[in-house]
């Protein structure tokens, strides 16, 4: 099972909107509404952002939001702000051998 | 607040067994509702899932880690563990332990982490 593709890099300025996509197949991204988005910081563990294609946990701002299409899923961050710059990471549920697929990461940088 | 925490050394030799432990506090590992799990990220690189495991035993492993992976759990220690055997510099990482939601299929708890270097 082949890691999801992401952009490597994404930048804004504070204030703007960026998007994210996360491209997987049929068998992963395109076959469950099981994707997630985890923002990491630096020596950091993960932190859950979106559930579900574009459920947000309790206490994840409204500025993050996720949506699907086919096999691409997407994370949008808007009203960028200093502490959003972090590598996020998207991960999709794949079948039972396969729990979770990961993202190949992109690095968001806010100018 | 849930929290888990990984222990077990932070340095194993080549084609020996990586064994870590995870402790979970605030809750219970006995939940029909939870998977509990191991994720792992080489320094510098992205995530890889390597396993679940289910409080009465079931295991889900990585296809590419299967034939290596042994992830157990202890009910009564509120823990579970993983053991990666015949390991290699590639094994070096960062391994986390996670909760893992079972009705929305995602990661709500993670640990801090627990850096794993593989050398002689």
């Known amino acids: 099972q082949s890691a999801l593709t992401q952009p490597p890099s994404a930048s804004g300025s504070p204030g703007q909107s960026v998007t994210i996509s996360c491209t997987g197949t049929?068998?992963?991204?395109?076959?469950?509404?099981?994707v997630s988005w985890y923002q990491q910081h630096p020596g950091k563990a993960p932190k859950l952002m979106i559930y579900?294609?574009?459920k947000r946990p309790s206490g994840v701002p409204d500025r993050f939001s996720g949506s699907k299409s086919g096999n691409t899923a997407s994370l949008t961050v808007s009203g960028l702000q200093a502490e959003d710059e972090a590598d996020y990471y998207c991960s999709s549920y794949a079948g039972s051998n396969n729990f979770d697929v990961f993202g190949t990461g992109t690095k968001v940088t806010v100018l | 607040q849930l929290q888990l925490q990984e222990s077990g050394p932070g340095l194993v030799k080549p084609s020996e067994t990586l064994s870590l432990t995870c402790t979970v506090s605030g809750g219970s590992i006995n939940s029909s509702s939870y998977y509990w799990g191991w994720i792992r990220q080489p320094p510098g690189k992205g995530l890889e899932w390597i396993g679940n495991?289910?409080?009465?035993?079931?295991?889900y492993y990585n296809p590419s880690l299967k034939s290596r992976v042994t992830i157990s759990v202890d009910t009564s220690k509120n823990q579970f563990s993983l053991n990666l055997s015949s390991v290699t510099a590639a094994d070096t990482a960062v391994y986390y332990c996670?909760?893992?939601?079972?009705?929305?299929?995602?990661?709500?708890?993670w640990g801090q982490g627990t850096l794993v270097t593989v050398s002689s």
């Open positions: 495991i289910y409080y009465r035993g079931s295991t």
């Open positions: 579900e294609v574009s």
């Open positions: 049929s068998s992963d991204v395109g076959g469950y509404n099981y």
């Open positions: 996670a909760r893992r939601l079972m009705e929305m299929s995602t990661n709500d708890y």
